[in-house]
């Protein structure tokens, strides 16, 4: 912690029983815990129960003003208090990775397989001679006949039927429950039309890249497939997010949730020279964790893709994310990430939904975090026609 902010801090020393933060309060600093256990008990009488080295007790215990639950110490705990103003002046500052330079990677601490990794895609990032990912032909095609303005629906079309499937799942997702109209459309040019060329070129993009994610060695393969099927989890939700948040294009979002985790391409065809990651899991998954971002950022910005899916790469992890009052396509991504870990074991240890900024940015914000989970089940078959569509490989 920096001097100037350490001289801020609060350090407080509770026992058993004591109130961290009471619910309907209004206090304003931020609290951390950093030694111990407590005990958060919602309105509805829930309790949960988290460890100071959970991955929960990363962030604030609550930053919603009033507080919505009760925080009680079990046993003796330690807890760190800031100011709100000194927490919000530091999420404002510029961050690092958010300027980062194509062909720039963070290098972390690290060592065995994990840390030659590190380096060797330093060393290629700083040469150029880092093996990056192409964007699929189809895309790059329909990108050039999209961006003319003299093209009509019937020169994209003879681009688009190249490729048989693509042309296949336009036509599906045109008559899918997120974009039929009163009618059926059968023709790929009436789809088009319909779609709008923008929303076809994001489309075609988001069906193609699925090709990309495919490895001859069955570990990696099987790690590949997973990712891109959780990609094809947020995606739909990003696009129903995007769909009900004024500003939003939910084309943009969907795409936007599909290529966040690209970066795992390169970091995977990069590993397939450490035998010791591709027998180990969970290092080539810490491996993955620790290095996505960036090489996601590389990715897309060697793409050509605008900053918003830049960003969208950079902090899709980051949950108390916060540099600014309006939403953006991040936020989407952050509300999306969460509420795709929804009844798995991850859940436990991660911030609840009305704890993210992003949730009070959006118009999910304005009610419960229970009613904001209902609007997303009322749009299911939504969700899951485009979930489908993209995942069907």
């Known amino acids: 912690m920096a001097p100037h902010i350490a001289s801020e801090a609060i350090v407080e020393h509770l026992v058993d029983g004591d109130s961290v933060i009471k619910a309907g309060s209004q206090s304003s600093e931020i609290t951390f815990l950093m030694q111990g256990e407590v005990e958060f008990v919602q309105q509805d009488g829930k309790r949960a129960i988290y460890t100071a080295d959970s991955e929960r007790c990363a962030y604030p215990l609550s930053v919603r003003i ?229 090489i996601g950022a590389m990715v897309l910005r060697k793409w050509g893709f605008e900053n918003d899916f830049v960003q969208a790469a950079l902090h899709a992890d980051d949950w108390m994310r916060d540099p600014q009052e309006k939403p953006d396509y991040t936020d989407l991504l952050l509300i999306a990430r969460l509420h795709s870990y929804v009844g798995s074991p991850r859940m436990e240890q991660l911030p609840r939904l009305d704890l993210l900024p992003a949730y009070h940015k959006l118009a999910l914000g304005r009610l419960t975090p229970r009613h904001s989970l209902a609007i997303l089940q009322h749009a299911k078959a939504e969700i899951r026609d485009l979930r489908q569509l993209l995942s069907n490989t």
């Open 66 to 294: 009033p507080h919505q639950y009760d925080i009680t110490a079990r046993g003796a705990i330690t807890i760190l208090k800031l100011e709100r103003d000194i927490v919000l002046s530091i999420s404002k500052l510029p961050d690092d990775s958010s300027e980062m330079q194509p062909g720039r990677i963070e290098l972390k601490e690290s060592g065995g397989p994990e840390a030659k990794l590190y380096w060797e895609l330093f060393e290629a990032t700083k040469s150029g001679k880092l093996q990056l990912p192409s964007m699929p032909s189809i895309a790059t095609r329909i990108a050039k006949v999209v961006n003319n303005a003299d093209t009509d629906s019937n020169d994209i079309a003879r681009v688009i039927q190249a490729d048989p499937t693509i042309a296949a799942r336009l036509i599906s997702v045109v008559n899918s429950a997120a974009y039929r109209g009163r009618s059926k459309i059968n023709s790929l040019p009436d789809a088009i039309t319909r779609l709008g060329h923008n929303v076809t070129h994001n489309l075609v993009i988001s069906f193609a890249l699925h090709t990309l994610f495919h490895s001859s060695f069955k570990a990696l393969n099987n790690k590949l497939r997973s990712t891109w099927q959780h990609s094809c989890y947020v995606a739909p939700v990003c696009h129903e997010l995007g769909r009900i948040t004024p500003g939003m294009s939910p084309d943009r979002a969907l795409l936007i949730g599909l290529v966040h985790n690209i970066g795992t391409l390169p970091i995977i065809n990069a590993s397939r020279g450490y035998p010791e990651l591709i027998d180990n899991p969970q290092l080539l998954d810490q491996t993955i964790n620790n290095l996505r971002h960036e």
